[in-house]
């Protein structure tokens, strides 16, 4: 039973699609509405951090325009190099 703060919302599944839901639960041994909230989950999450990603890029973005302080390819590359090596290494110095 559905607790006081949950709703009921309805979707429409095409045949083939309901029956791909009802076989994956069946391997699964959970019940297609189990398999329906953890895809809608999955999705969201994915949806958000997708979301976030292209702000971050956008606000990035938008600070080099105003800034113009960037670091070339090369000194990041070196930079994460070192890092992976386990050195703790300061970021390298940003360009105008």
Same mark, same amino acid.
């Given at each position: ?5 949950? *709703?009921?919302?309805? !979707?429409?599944? +095409? ?10 639960? @069946?391997? /699964?041994?959970? =019940?297609? #509405? %189990? ?9 969201? =999450?994915?949806?958000? *951090? /997708? &979301?976030?990603? /292209?702000? +971050?890029?956008?606000?990035? $973005?938008?600070?080099?325009?105003? =800034?113009?302080? #960037?670091? =070339?390819? &090369? @000194?990041? @590359?070196? %930079?994460? +190099? /070192?890092? &992976?090596?386990? &050195?703790? !290494?300061?970021?390298?110095? $940003? #360009?105008?």
């Amino acid at each position: 039973m559905a607790s006081p703060s949950e *709703q009921t919302t309805s !979707v429409k599944l +095409d045949p083939e699609l309901r029956g791909r839901v009802q076989k994956l639960a @069946d391997a /699964r041994r959970r =019940t297609p #509405h %189990w398999i329906m909230r953890e895809a809608i989950a999955e999705y969201v =999450t994915r949806e958000e *951090q /997708r &979301e976030k990603f /292209r702000a +971050d890029a956008e606000a990035a $973005w938008e600070e080099y325009q105003a =800034t113009g302080l #960037h670091l =070339t390819a &090369e @000194d990041a @590359d070196a %930079w994460l +190099d /070192r890092l &992976e090596a386990g &050195e703790q !290494v300061a970021p390298p110095p $940003w #360009h105008r």
